[in-house]
């Protein structure tokens, strides 16, 4: 069994940027599981098939995902296709968000993300990992930040990315995510009991990483 951290919380907290650097300095493994949501919103969205849960549960077994690892970075395998490239815009991200409210969709992804943990010295990054997918994981963390902060951090970024974008959108897209991720019936987001509250928003990246290694060495 490998030794396990969860990391949970809302969309825009910098769960991945912060497990990215946790992982590089602990040498463990990260685990990215939004990407894998990610990945199968993107098969329904090229398949035509819009935000039906029928239709999603019938048609998940036709999306094979696999995670691979190229220089220690997660890549995400859509039917043997590389799809890491075109899966973080909010289209995609706004369909996993629906497909993840699907009890066939979060099945399928549940062995592959305990899979993994099994095996390997991991820190895994989503929304139900304390509470449902390693609810034995040697430490969790619940990781948010205030509303108003995480719609700056992603409106920052994506101007960055040289992306035209509305602040006050952004703000309603990541409430609408919050209100599905949170109030979906299967694995909703939430704080498992045993996890430790890491309010980001006053924190500067460094900051949050000290405190998880910090967290890591605590008995
Ligand atoms: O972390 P992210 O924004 O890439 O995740 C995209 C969506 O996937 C998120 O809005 C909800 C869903 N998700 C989930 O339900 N459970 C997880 N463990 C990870 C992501």
Redesign the pocket.
């Known amino acids: 069994m490998g030794y396990n951290i969860a990391i949970?919380g809302p969309?825009?907290a910098g769960?991945?940027t912060i497990a990215k650097m946790v992982a590089k300095q602990l040498n463990f493994i990260y685990v990215?599981?939004?990407?894998?949501?990610?990945a199968i919103?993107l098969y329904m969205i090229k398949n035509g098939i819009g935000k039906d849960e029928e239709l999603i549960a019938k048609n998940v077994k036709n999306a094979n995902v696999k995670i691979a690892y190229v220089d220690g970075e997660q890549q995400v395998l859509l039917n043997e296709e590389n799809v890491s490239g075109c899966?973080?815009t909010e289209e995609?991200?706004?369909m996993?968000?629906f497909?993840?409210?699907v009890g066939e969709v979060?099945a399928q992804?549940l062995d592959l993300?305990r899979a993994l943990a099994a095996s390997e010295n991991v820190i895994?990054?989503?929304?139900?990992?304390g509470t449902?997918?390693l609810p034995n994981a040697d430490k969790k963390i619940y990781l948010t930040a205030s509303v108003e902060e995480r719609a700056q951090r992603r409106y920052k970024e994506l101007c960055e990315k040289g992306e035209k974008c509305v602040l006050e959108e952004i703000e309603k897209d990541i409430m609408a995510?919050d209100e599905?991720?949170m109030n979906?019936e299967i694995?909703p987001?939430k704080k498992a009991e045993d996890a430790i509250l890491l309010d980001s928003s006053d924190m500067t990246i460094d900051q949050v990483v000290e405190r998880i290694i910090q967290i890591y060495k605590e008995n």
Do not use: P
Not at 32 to 38: I, S
Not at 124 to 129: A, C, P, V
């Open positions: 949970d969309a825009g769960k991945s990215d599981t939004g990407a894998m949501y990610r919103a899966i973080r995609v991200g706004n996993a968000s497909v993840a409210k979060r992804l993300q895994m990054d989503g929304r139900d990992i449902h997918v995510r599905q991720d979906r694995a987001l």
